[in-house]
């Protein structure tokens, strides 16, 4: 079972920068899918990109397109550069793993981090 651990959210001004890190137990280029999501309180998940085995396909959410880029690193990170930030984007931010075929935005993942905050200030 995979352990996920987010990390590098914060405060930010809108128009600025943050870059989330996704930690995870094992190895996961080449085996897992990743996904990034994001949810404010009493809003439902949000799918904002994904990136396949090997990150060679990756999709994202309209809202974020042009802004964000989801990256894989070494063996077991994943990366959300997310530039131009907006108040909007505040959210809690979750890292996603999943098993199986390409699927450009799905919400079949089977393990999930506990997440971390991004407030944009406007």
């Known amino acids: 079972q995979v352990q996920l651990v987010e990390s590098g959210g914060g405060l930010v001004q809108a128009g600025g920068s943050l870059r989330l890190s996704c930690a995870a137990s094992?190895?996961?280029?080449?085996?897992?899918?990743m996904g990034w999501f994001r949810q404010t309180r009493g809003k439902e998940r949000e799918f904002v990109a994904a990136s396949s085995w090997n990150g060679g396909s990756t999709s994202y959410a309209d809202s974020v397109k042009g802004r964000f880029t989801i990256s894989r690193g070494s063996a077991n990170m994943t990366y959300l550069q997310m530039n131009s930030l907006k108040s909007e984007d505040t959210a809690v931010y979750y890292c996603a793993a999943r098993r199986g075929g390409w699927v450009e935005i799905t919400y079949d993942y089977q393990f999930w981090g506990q997440g971390t905050q991004v407030t944009v200030s406007s």
């Open positions: 094992e190895r996961t280029t080449g085996l897992y899918i």
